[in-house]
Every structure is written in C-alpha cells, then in structure tokens.
C-alpha cells in the first residue's frame, strides 16, 4: 500500500476530537506487594525530570470546557493543561481523558496519548468522542503498522455502528472514512470500498472519501474506475501526489511508459519524501541479487524451493491478480503459484506444478535505498517460502513476513 500522509481532513466536533493527565498512583510498598524488590538499586538510573503544566488558564470557563474551547483554537498547551485539571478533579470522568488524550495527540506526544484514551475507553467503552480520537490516532496519527491499522479499524468499527445507532449520520461518516482508510492499509479493499461509499452518502465529493475509495478501486483491479477517479484527485493539495503516483502505475500497465514517467517524476516533485526515486537494478543485476538471496537461505529452505523456478516479472501480470476473489493487490511484491508442499497438483497447474515469482519494479518502488531493496528480495522470498510449505498471509504477516 501506499501510504498516505498528512493528518486527514475531517471536522473535529467540539466534543469528538479533544480529548489525561492521569493520578499519579500511590507508591507500591512490601505491604502492598509482596515479592517485589522496593531496593532503590533495582532503579539505577533517575527518571527525567518533569516538566510541569502550566495552571490551566480557564478564561472563565471550568477545566474541562476550557480544554475544549482551546482545542478548537489550536491553543493544544493550554488544551493539555486544563484537561489535565479536569483529569484531575474527576478522574473516573471519561470526557476529561479524551480531551487530554486529543490534546496530547495534537501536540506530538503519542505515547501519553495512547493511555488517555486507554483509560477514558476503560471507563467507558462506548465513549464516542474518544473512540473517534483514538481511531483517529492509530490510523493517521501513528506510523502505519499492521497492529496500528487493526486498532484504528475496531475502534473506527465500534464507533461507526454506535454512531449509527445513535441516529448521528455525520460522525457515522467520520467513522466510515477511518475505517476505509484503515481497512486500505490492511489489504481489505472491498471493505474499505464499502466504507468509503458509506462515508459519501454523508459528506459527497470529501477528497478524503474520494482518495480511499480511489485506493480501494486500484487494490481491486478495478483499473478505469480508478483512473477516473484518480484523474479527479490531480488538483487536490493533500491527495495531489499520490493521485500522480497511481495515475502513474495505471498507465505503465497499459504500456504508456511515457505517460507514466510523466506522472511518476510529478508525484516526486509534490511529494519527494513520499516518492524517493525507485531502487531499480538493470535486470541482470536484479537477477544476481536474487540468486545471491536464495544461496544465502537457510539449507532446509533451499530444499524446498529445489525444483521450484525462481523467476523475475517487472510488474504482476492481470490474470495473476485476478485468480482469486479478491483479487490481488497490483503492488505486491512476489508471488507464489501453485499448491503447497504436500498438497498434489492438478491438470490445471500446467507443467510446472509450483513456482515463485519476485517483481522487479514493484520492488524499487516499496525501497529507499539499494541496502533495503536487497533485503526486501529476502524477505520477499521468505513470504513466498512460507506460501510454498501452506502458511497464509495471516499467519506471516504474525511472524513479521508481511
């Protein structure tokens, strides 16, 4: 996947996006803990020192309504502050940790954000306004991650369907687009195409609903949908770049290398930390380094790849990404054809029974540097091997090999 950055543009309600300082708690003793070592030689190192809030400036209004309304001013030290007091005063008060997590969010300081909204959720799992914010965390804020994408999607999920319940179409569709936009990241186009046309029956031609449901069309080999829809996102500030960049790969599949090249070096103009130039080895070279990959896996690995070809693609061919249902995605990496290990082969699998395929191109985009590329065709290999000896995605992308 190509992710996106830049934090998405969805209006934060005055009570949906804000969000402890939580009480410190009391000192463990002997007493309280037996077995645990209270020596302050377990302890060698001092913890930082603190840096204090500053009193909450409430212009009249209590702590909690005063966190609120500098959230809304971008005012996010003052919004910490005060939602700390609120915290403070009432700490079993779920409204008082989303604010602080909101504002602690705003500001950078993601850890201490993750626990606020952990507590308010604690105290109340059906807590909208920090479901959304911690939906919002996970999924935008946060380095995208397979655990990272999972979170945001159940707490985008649990929200959407309270929303809903609630009667509240407009943060229903706040939901529905966190959940596209997680749902893109973990593969699962279709859902997040659902998600994404949920989210514009509510908020029409939104460039972020645009943007994910144009993703989710391209994951699903829906090419002319996505090129129209593309095509429609070229002038947008936020999705300019990227719209350039899949542009781009739809023309190269149709053979308009021109075309493409064209799109490829706007989208590294808008966007040069998004869009480094691609790690692309000549095919030769390519090939060597493959090869020198296989020779240096383990011995049981080689064996099971002994009669198994190897071989080198540019870019997945369209039968290939249309075998199954859901197709799949246009930018993977590799390939493994055939039944497992163990599992017989049939008529329909030709003469050759297994065989792996790495993608050249596809590889020198999902790099930064020749280092990394070499290590991706590794680890590339390794997802494969793992499909040859019966694992699914599920099951390597928990070992690391996604």
Same mark, same amino acid.
């Given at each position: 996947?190509?992710?996106?950055?830049?934090?998405?543009?969805?209006?934060?309600?005055?009570?949906?996006?804000?969000?402890?300082? !939580?009480?410190?708690?009391?000192?463990?003793?002997?007493?309280?803990?037996?077995?645990?070592?209270?020596?302050?030689?377990?302890?060698?190192?001092?913890? !930082?020192?603190?840096?204090?809030?500053?009193?909450?400036?409430?212009?009249?209004?209590?702590?909690?309504?005063?966190?609120?309304?500098?959230? /809304?001013?971008?005012?996010?030290?003052?919004?910490?502050?005060?939602?700390?007091?609120?915290?403070?005063?009432?700490? %079993?008060? !779920? %409204?008082?940790?989303?604010?602080?997590?909101?504002?602690?969010?705003?500001?950078?300081?993601?850890?201490?954000?993750?626990?606020?909204?952990?507590?308010?959720?604690?105290?109340?799992?059906?807590?909208?306004?920090?479901?959304?914010?911690?939906?919002?965390?996970?999924?935008?804020?946060?380095?995208?991650?397979?655990?990272?994408?999972?979170?945001?999607?159940?707490?985008?999920?649990?929200?959407?369907?309270?929303? @809903?319940?609630?009667? /509240?179409?407009?943060?229903?569709?706040?939901?529905?687009?966190?959940?596209?936009?997680?749902?893109?990241?973990?593969?699962?186009?279709?859902?997040?195409?659902?998600?994404?046309?949920?989210?514009?029956?509510?908020?029409?031609? /939104?460039?972020?609903?645009?943007?994910?449901?144009?993703?989710?069309?391209?994951?699903?080999?829906?090419?002319?949908?996505?090129?129209?829809?593309?095509?429609?996102?070229?002038?947008?500030?936020?999705?300019?770049?990227?719209?350039?960049?899949?542009?781009?790969?739809?023309?190269? $599949?149709?053979?308009?290398?021109?075309?493409?090249?064209?799109?490829?070096?706007?989208?590294?103009?808008?966007?040069?930390?998004?869009?480094?130039?691609?790690?692309?080895?000549?095919?030769?070279?390519?090939?060597?380094?493959? %090869?020198?990959?296989?020779?240096?896996?383990?011995?049981?690995? @080689?064996?099971?790849?002994?009669?198994?070809?190897?071989?080198?693609?540019?870019?997945?061919?369209?039968?290939?990404?249309?075998?199954? %249902?859901?197709?799949?995605?246009?930018?993977?990496?590799?390939?493994?054809?055939?039944? !497992?290990?163990?599992?017989?082969?049939?008529?329909? /699998?030709?003469?050759?029974? $297994?065989?792996?395929?790495?993608?050249?191109?596809?590889?020198?985009?999902?790099?930064?540097?020749?280092?990394?590329?070499?290590?991706?065709?590794?680890?590339?290999?390794?997802?494969?091997?793992?499909?040859?000896?019966?694992?699914?995605?599920?099951?390597?992308?928990?070992?690391?090999?996604?």
């Amino acid at each position: 996947m190509l992710r996106r950055l830049g934090l998405l543009c969805f209006l934060c309600v005055a009570s949906a996006c804000h969000r402890e300082a !939580p009480a410190e708690a009391p000192a463990k003793t002997a007493a309280n803990s037996p077995g645990l070592p209270t020596s302050p030689s377990h302890h060698p190192s001092r913890p !930082p020192p603190v840096e204090p809030l500053a009193v909450c400036d409430g212009r009249g209004l209590d702590p909690l309504d005063a966190a609120r309304a500098a959230y /809304d001013a971008r005012e996010y030290d003052r919004a910490l502050s005060c939602a700390a007091e609120a915290s403070a005063r009432a700490p %079993d008060e !779920p %409204d008082a940790h989303s604010e602080r997590g909101a504002a602690l969010s705003a500001l950078g300081k993601f850890d201490e954000a993750k626990l606020a909204y952990a507590r308010a959720l604690a105290l109340d799992p059906e807590h909208l306004d920090s479901l959304l914010g911690a939906a919002h965390l996970y999924g935008v804020s946060l380095p995208s991650s397979r655990d990272n994408d999972e979170l945001a999607f159940v707490y985008a999920e649990r929200g959407r369907q309270l929303a @809903r319940e609630a009667g /509240d179409g407009e943060l229903a569709a706040q939901f529905a687009l966190l959940g596209a936009m997680a749902a893109n990241d973990l593969g699962e186009a279709q859902t997040a195409l659902d998600r994404s046309e949920e989210a514009a029956e509510e908020r029409g031609s /939104d460039p972020d609903v645009a943007y994910e449901k144009a993703v989710a069309l391209f994951e699903l080999c829906r090419f002319k949908e996505a090129q129209e829809a593309f095509t429609r996102l070229l002038s947008d500030d936020e999705h300019g770049a990227h719209a350039h960049q899949h542009l781009a790969l739809l023309l190269e $599949r149709d053979g308009k290398l021109a075309e493409a090249d064209a799109h490829f070096r706007k989208a590294r103009e808008l966007s040069p930390d998004d869009f480094p130039p691609p790690q692309l080895l000549p095919e030769k070279d390519f090939r060597r380094e493959v %090869d020198r990959a296989i020779g240096g896996l383990p011995p049981d690995m @080689r064996k099971d790849l002994g009669g198994v070809p190897v071989t080198v693609e540019d870019i997945p061919k369209p039968e290939d990404l249309l075998e199954g %249902d859901p197709p799949l995605s246009p930018t993977i990496l590799g390939l493994f054809r055939g039944p !497992p290990i163990g599992e017989p082969c049939t008529a329909e /699998d030709g003469p050759v029974c $297994r065989s792996v395929v790495v993608y050249r191109k596809n590889l020198a985009r999902a790099v930064t540097s020749r280092e990394e590329l070499l290590e991706q065709i590794r680890v590339t290999l390794l997802h494969e091997i793992g499909h040859l000896r019966g694992e699914d995605d599920l099951e390597l992308a928990a070992r690391g090999l996604e």
